[in-house]
């Protein structure tokens, strides 16, 4: 099994920063894929940014060359680095982990962003 438990949501005014943070109860080493997903009220939840085999990533269109998803392997951690923030991308940020053919999920942290 692998517990998740994310922080790092809040408030922002548009064009700002937030990073969020998911720390994983064993290593990220033995996971194949951990990634960021998003839902939005009235929304389906969509991926945002995932690394797999430790060293493939992937971004939604909508995010790519403004977020960035890195890891630290000695804390467990996977972040997810929010740059020039839009009002469209406030939503629940959910961290996930793909982990011996199974999905876990962490509980979500709100994201708003509003002036």
């Known amino acids: 099994q692998v517990q998740l438990v994310e922080s790092g949501g809040g408030l922002v005014q548009p064009g700002g920063s937030l990073r969020l943070s998911c720390a994983a109860s064993?290593?990220?080493?033995?996971?194949?894929?951990m990634g960021w997903y998003r839902q939005a009220p009235g929304k389906q939840r969509e991926l945002v940014a995932s690394i797999s085999s430790g060293s493939v990533f992937n971004y939604a269109d909508s995010v790519k060359g403004r977020f960035t998803i890195s890891t630290d392997n000695a804390k467990n951690t996977v972040y997810l680095q929010m740059n020039r923030l839009k009002p469209e991308d406030a939503a629940v940020y959910y961290c996930?982990?793909?982990?011996?053919?199974?999905?876990?999920w962490g509980q979500g942290t709100q994201v708003t962003v509003s002036s």
């Open positions: 064993r290593s990220i080493f033995s996971i194949y894929a």
């Open positions: 996930h982990a793909r982990f011996l053919q199974l999905d876990y």
